[in-house]
């Protein structure tokens, strides 16, 4: 990407649902990203499925979890770059309730 110029990645408090007070920062992942990476690429869906439960730990879901990998993947990836990274914790309920 020889004509970047800066990255802007918006994120949200989402991925760290499991801590109770969140700061402007990105957190350790729960994992090493890449070493899930390869061992998910060589087990089959039911050796994924029993092992899940253990990998989250204290995430909500899979969405959660794999967004907090997903974190640490882009910090790594782009710490050449004018990076700013921003962690939203003002979310809004996409329905509402009569």
């Known amino acids: 990407m020889p004509h970047l110029v800066a990255l802007i990645h918006v994120s949200t408090t989402y991925c760290n649902c499991d801590i109770d007070e969140v700061d402007e920062i990105v957190y350790p992942p729960p994992a090493n990203p890449q070493k899930i990476i390869d061992a998910i690429e060589w087990m089959d869906e ?8 253990k990998l989250l730990r204290n995430h909500l879901n899979t969405y959660a979890y794999t967004k907090a990998l997903a974190e640490n993947i882009f910090v ?10 921003c962690n939203s914790s003002m979310e809004r309920s996409t329905s509402r309730m009569d």
């Open 46 to 53: 039911d050796l994924i499925t029993s092992i899940t439960a």
């Open 76 to 85: 790594v990836a782009c710490c050449h770059y004018l990076t700013l990274y």
